[in-house]
């Protein structure tokens, strides 16, 4: 599940766009399916939404929730990925990024009515 926030005025007209963008990424670095996608959309009152100097009103924060797996490479070069796509895509700047991938073990996810170390069909690899 991937959960982004921004300022409202500027996250809102651009989140399909960069939802397509994030899953674009996820797909060609981690072999994820298209269908796969779990985005959350969160745009904030620019009251509620402080963020360090030296970033300007496009910064925007990823997070990206996943089952452990994924080998150091993998999720830097996702990261990677993410900062450039958005960059080319949709203008903003590396430095209004900010991305942080959260892990959890297989047992602590639960979807298709069950745990994610009981599922044993899944379409795509965890361990890439």
Request: with cysteine; hydrophobic share 40%.
């Amino acid at each position: 599940m991937v959960v982004i926030y921004g300022i409202n005025e500027l996250l809102n007209p651009i989140k399909a766009q960069l939802s397509e963008v994030i899953q674009a990424s996820m797909t060609d670095v981690l072999g994820l399916p298209e269908n796969k996608r779990a985005h959350r959309i969160v745009p904030l009152d620019r009251s509620n939404f402080y963020y360090p100097d030296g970033r300007t009103d496009a910064y925007t924060v990823i997070e990206i929730n996943m089952m452990q797996g994924r080998t150091p490479a993998t999720k830097k070069a996702l990261i990677m990925a993410l900062f450039q796509n958005i960059e080319s895509a949709l203008g903003i700047s590396p430095t209004d990024i900010e991305i942080t991938i959260k892990e959890q073990p297989k047992h602590c996810w639960g979807f298709l009515g069950m745990t994610g170390d009981d599922v044993k069909d899944l379409t795509y690899q965890v361990n890439v």
